[in-house]
């Protein structure tokens, strides 16, 4: 298909691992990208990967890449309150970044 | 730097009215979007501008215009406001289109269209 996906929901107790996935469409992407965006508030690029690295790492996130397959995914290690938020995995295409629906990550007590 | 900015931060529009989403960026930043997002979905690109001068649809073009007069600025305008287009209107900037990491957000316009 032409979208990327991700599931919608993701329910996660604090202090846990997260781990949000995504399936890409373009295998030529030049970037794959995660945004984070807060209630009432814009987007804001969290992290990114090159198409030809398989894993970053940024203190307690680590991207992993699957070219072969089209699938990235994102891990928030240690779970914080302040990690609510919709996580939107991205692709460039183009001249477009074209982003999924967002996952709704939120933090169980 | 500020960014990207956008104005007006809300709006309320009668089926019918038109108006401009104002949009601007001082980064010098070649390439501008907008998108809208729907409750509970993603980003769909409205349009897009590689360059002063230069505009393109995106996903959902109907029901807006864009112009590029200048690298700084690039405003939306809706000319006969539909309830469809109830929504919060995002604008963006990049460095380039391809091979650029990262675009930056404006902080949004939340309109609602009765």
């Known amino acids: 298909g032409e979208d990327v996906e991700q599931s919608l929901f993701l329910s996660v107790r604090e202090g846990d691992s997260s781990v949000i996935n995504c399936t890409y469409t373009?295998?030529?992407?030049?970037?794959l990208y995660w945004y984070k965006q807060e209630p009432g508030a814009g987007l804001q690029l969290l992290t990114y990967?090159?198409?030809?690295?398989d894993m970053k790492q940024d203190q307690r996130l680590t991207v992993l890449l699957n070219k072969k397959d089209k699938h990235l995914s994102l891990r928030i290690a240690d779970t914080q309150t302040g990690d609510s938020a919709i996580y939107f995995c991205a692709e460039n295409r183009d001249d477009k970044i074209i982003f999924g629906k967002g996952t709704r990550l939120h933090i169980l007590p | 730097n500020a960014g990207v900015t956008q104005t007006p931060k809300f709006r309320i529009l009668k089926i019918g009215q038109s108006m401009t989403l104002q949009c601007a960026q001082d980064m010098n930043h070649n390439y501008m979007y907008w998108y809208r997002q729907d409750p509970g979905m993603g980003l769909k690109l409205i349009y897009y501008?590689?360059?002063?001068?230069?505009?393109d649809k995106g996903e959902v073009p109907n029901g807006y215009n864009v112009s590029r007069s200048t690298t700084e600025d690039f405003p939306l305008r809706l000319e006969l406001a539909a309830p469809s287009q109830t929504s919060v209107y995002f604008c963006a900037s990049s460095v380039s289109g391809r091979d650029s990491y990262e675009q930056y957000f404006g902080p949004g316009t939340r309109l609602t269209v009765t």
């Open positions: 373009d295998s030529s992407s030049t970037y």
């Open positions: 501008s590689v360059g002063a001068g230069i505009t």
């Open positions: 990967i090159f198409s030809n690295m």
